[in-house]
């Protein structure tokens, strides 16, 4: 057995950067352990714009790309890709996935590194990668000076509607994979038609999904606790969105959007199938310390709105990878490889989404 293939990798958090980075692991004969405070149900979400550029020369990428794609780029619904990840993360006997394990702490020595749950159950490894979102706690570790990520001032109301509940005449105006804008003193409205639940691509058959872009509730926010000194502490989901506040959002999507939009945010609304996710941001100075690194939202966080959470986590996992091959027997020289090459570029990614996110916030 090689050195890499006796190695044990722990990856707190299991959403799509954490799951895609387990895969790249375990395919390159490390052993992993994944932790997910959540339980095992898939995620509402609303839509991924795929990254439309030429595949690189690294293996992983290609295998991970078509994961989420199918080999197209193309719009997809968050869950469908999070399911196709987590069917291959079963399929791989090197990777453990562990849920309803909330981390509290992590650590780390000459020899090891380690994360620590709520419960009092150590994890131990040879390196920990945090992938544990904007809340992140691996994120605390490494830099304690800069902890939390800045909430940019809105609510964006995101998830999906399944279109055979739609009005039939709307059907064969949206195309599949295109997203549609619509601007209003209410914010911004995006939507995009994805395949349906089945796999469906013919009209009548797709989700649309959508992302509203809402400015005007952070003082609603900080009543309910969704924010707490200006921090995001959680989003909001279904019974825990007040009455009146969908009441509010009824009258507000019948005044602002069109008639084919909001026939869609109607729908989200009176099922409660809707989520509040307050829109952070974070510009990283450091990614790695030792045996621990981030990727994804945990690393840098940026609005939604710019389509690059998904791409750049896939970036980050290919990064990291290709840094271990060029330091193989060093996993420290590795990550510091890591920060090397994607500090400035995920800083400058962040630097550009920040105006893209304000553009959009504010119709």
Not at 42 to 59: D, E, M
């Amino acid at each position: 057995m090689s050195q890499k293939q006796s190695e044990h990798a722990i990856i707190v958090g299991g959403s799509l950067g954490g799951l895609m980075m387990g895969l790249a692991l375990s395919r390159s004969g490390y052993t992993v352990t994944i932790l997910e405070r959540a339980d095992s149900s898939l995620r509402n979400g609303a839509f991924i714009r795929l990254q439309t550029k030429p595949y690189s020369k690294s293996k992983i990428e290609r295998e991970l790309r078509y994961l989420a794609s199918k080999g197209n780029n193309n719009v997809e619904a968050w869950s469908a890709i999070q399911e196709r990840l987590r069917n291959a993360v079963a399929k791989e006997p090197g990777i453990t996935l562990q849920h309803r394990t909330r981390i509290v702490r992590v650590g780390q020595n000459e020899s090891s590194a380690w994360a620590t749950s709520e419960e009092g159950q150590t994890f131990k490894g040879d390196f920990l990668i945090g992938a544990d979102g904007y809340r992140s706690i691996v994120r605390r570790y490494l830099n304690p000076d800069k902890p939390f990520a800045d909430y940019a001032g809105y609510l964006v109301w995101v998830g999906k509607v399944d279109e055979e509940l739609l009005p039939k005449k709307d059907w064969k105006k949206r195309q599949l994979s295109s997203a549609y804008f619509n601007h209003s003193a209410a914010g911004t409205l995006t939507t995009a038609v994805m395949p349906g639940k089945k796999g469906g691509t013919d009209p009548g058959q797709r989700w649309i999904g959508y992302c509203w872009f809402d400015h005007s509730h952070n003082q609603l926010l900080t009543e309910l606790g969704v924010l707490k000194d200006g921090i995001a502490q959680h989003s909001l989901y279904g019974e825990a969105i007040p009455d009146s506040l969908l009441e509010e959002l009824l009258q507000t999507s019948r005044a602002n959007w069109s008639k084919e939009d909001d026939a869609i945010m109607q729908i989200a609304i009176k099922d409660r199938s809707l989520i509040g996710a307050p829109v952070n941001e974070y510009i990283p100075n450091i990614l790695s310390k030792g045996r621990i690194a981030m990727i994804g939202d945990a690393a840098h966080t940026m609005s939604p709105m710019t389509g690059a959470g998904f791409n750049d986590s896939l970036d980050d996992t290919v990064a990291i990878m290709d840094s271990i091959k060029q330091y193989p027997n060093s996993i420290s020289r590795a990550l510091g490889e890591y920060q090397t090459r994607r500090l400035d570029v995920v800083r400058q990614d962040v630097l550009a989404g920040q105006g893209f996110n304000r553009s959009f916030g504010r119709a």
